[in-house]
């Protein structure tokens, strides 16, 4: 669950989030503004203080135990560090020192309160720890690029051997290599750990960590987005239709009586002009599974070009939810224009099989209506087959309640089929020393099955250790449907959330879930998300979505509650 949501950059500027920490009842985020760094900061309420900093073009933020911020930038290529103690806007402190010149620094704080700042500069991955006011010990850590760092040292817990104060993830060719940075067997402070991971596919944007301590057990785990370019062309060019109830009135009026069987309604998917390959499905029980399964529906197909269109019922007897899969067994196609029988038998194969409904329409530039009705079973029930009850909501589709819709959405992405976008993850239970993975935990899958939509190239891993059994949420945007050919606008992208229990791929469905309603949020690009050091079931997110003038962006914040 979420909080209310709070608008933290209310004017007309192009905002493009760039980082985001909390502390004790503190929350700081910044972004990119026109070359300029800006940081909001609340001070335990829901009132933000924005006030720009310098100009820059990339930004970290921690905070340490004390409530000290600690805010690094890139400034035309060097590194700029500033620290504000609580109370104090960062605006209003001075540039301390800086480390050397680099670019995509990260600032996290260690167990005696020191800053560390690892940056990237000509190919190499450099660690710059703070010693005293204007000197910092610099060293090269390896090749590499897209550094990203843990915020806090208290995420890491107090191991066997002192401080894990934090952790560092970076890519070099195919490879993610992940480091623990601490307090070493010798009492001094080094690099505990080094693990290299395989990257099955090139990686989009950062791999990103978080880490926790779980009942003696030091958790940790890596999260990135890879795609894939498609090579399959997008053909046919099926899109979206509408579903609807025939008779939107019911049970008080009628409407549409001619697109209804028996009863007082039925159901319907339409296109005003492009094609579609659409359909309800339901999982039904089976009575028994040593019989046959009959299903027959009434089915009946309105255009104006009939060659074009095609009703088919169809059955799977294992349970599926795929309508492409093979073990779908379908009635012949057939476009009638009134009202007829379609049937479809298979033996039964379990306690539960699939009921679809298909209309596909293969015209451009002209109307066709899919209208199905009076379904019935034969050794199996299932909900809502006569569509008399209520039609409810899903996502933005309306589909009589008990029913699933799915469609094809080849049409809508570019002309060579849609890219692939899979969120992998990596972790270990004993403080980086042996790892699992990689594996796929989520992709730009619909409920179709298809590929289709877009997962914005940076996922945050959150490991919650409240929820029972204890988990890990990966947080990202996901665009439900792909941008028109040619662009690279994005229907409608918002912030998603795949949750898996800890140390398993026991995840959510692809491909997630929606964190808001579509009215609570507009078009979406980036997410971060912070754990709450001192609320272990709490994570802030921070999004920009884009404004009304479908250009700018604003900035927006809410806390998840992990139960």
């Not at 809502?384 to 209520?390: H, I, P, R, T, Y």
Request: glycine share 8%; charged share 15%; hydrophobic share 40%.
């Amino acid at each position: 669950m979420t909080t209310e949501v709070a608008n933290l950059s209310l004017d007309i500027e192009n905002q493009d989030l760039a980082a985001v920490a909390v502390g004790d009842d503190m929350l700081a985020v910044a972004w990119i503004t026109n070359g300029d760094v800006y940081v909001a900061l609340s001070r335990g309420g829901s009132h933000f203080q924005v006030r720009r900093v310098d100009f820059g073009s990339s930004v970290s933020l921690a905070f340490s135990e004390a409530n000290r911020l600690h805010v690094v930038y890139d400034r035309m290529g060097q590194i700029f560090y500033r620290a504000a103690d609580q109370g104090t806007h960062p605006a209003d402190t001075t540039f301390i020192t800086s480390p050397g010149p680099g670019h995509n620094p990260q600032i996290a704080i260690d167990s005696r309160q020191w800053a560390h700042i690892i940056y990237e500069s000509e190919g190499s991955i450099w660690h710059a720890a703070h010693q005293y006011e204007f000197y910092w010990n610099t060293e090269l850590v390896g090749p590499g690029e897209r550094p990203f760092l843990t915020t806090g040292p208290q995420r890491l817990g107090i191991p066997e051997y002192g401080w894990r104060d934090f952790a560092l993830a970076y890519l070099s060719g195919n490879e993610l290599h992940v480091r623990l940075y601490g307090i070493t067997p010798f009492l001094l402070p080094g690099w505990l750990s080094v693990a290299t991971l395989p990257v099955p596919e090139p990686v989009a944007g950062f791999a990103r960590l978080d880490a926790t301590e779980i009942e003696g057990q030091l958790w940790l785990y890596a999260s990135w987005v890879s795609e894939r370019s498609s090579t399959i062309p997008a053909s046919p060019p099926y899109q979206q239709p509408t579903f609807s109830a025939v008779n939107p009135l019911a049970p008080d009026q009628l409407a549409n009586p001619h697109q209804i069987y028996h009863g007082v309604n039925a159901v319907r998917w339409s296109s005003e002009d492009t094609p579609f390959d659409a359909g309800l499905r339901q999982t039904i029980a089976i009575t028994d599974t040593t019989d046959t399964i009959i299903v027959t529906a009434q089915g009946l197909a309105e255009t104006a070009v009939p060659t074009e269109m095609s009703l088919q019922l169809g059955l799977d007897p294992i349970g599926g939810s795929n309508p492409d899969s093979p073990d779908v067994i379908w009635s012949a196609p057939d476009a009638p224009v009134s009202f007829t029988q379609f049937s479809v038998s298979a033996p039964a194969q379990g306690n539960t099989a699939t009921v679809f409904l298909r209309g596909t329409f293969n015209g451009s530039n002209v109307a066709g209506t899919a209208v199905w009705d009076a379904v019935t079973i034969q050794n199996g029930s299932g909900t809502n087959l006569d569509f008399e009850s209520s039609f409810v909501t899903q996502d933005s589709l309306t589909v009589p309640e008990g029913w699933t819709a799915w469609y094809q959405d080849s049409g809508s992405g570019p002309t060579n089929g849609h890219d692939a976008y899979t969120v992998y993850a990596a972790w270990s239970d004993d403080g980086g020393s042996n790892w699992a993975g990689p594996v796929a935990v989520t992709a730009n899958n619909d409920a179709t099955g298809s590929t289709t939509g877009a997962i914005r190239s940076n996922v945050t891993p959150i490991i919650a250790a409240a929820t029972e059994p204890p988990s890990v949420s990966f947080f990202y945007v996901y665009a439900a449907g792909d941008p028109p050919s040619d662009t690279t606008f994005l229907r409608f992208g918002r912030p998603y959330q795949t949750q898996c229990e800890l140390g398993t791929t026991n995840c959510t469905d692809t491909p997630g879930i929606p964190l808001l309603e579509h009215s609570a949020v507009r078009p979406s690009y980036h997410l971060l998300a912070a754990p709450d050091p001192f609320n272990s079931n709490r994570a802030a997110l921070v999004w920009d979505s884009l404004q009304t003038d479908t250009i700018n962006k604003d900035v927006f914040a809410t806390y998840a509650v992990l139960r």
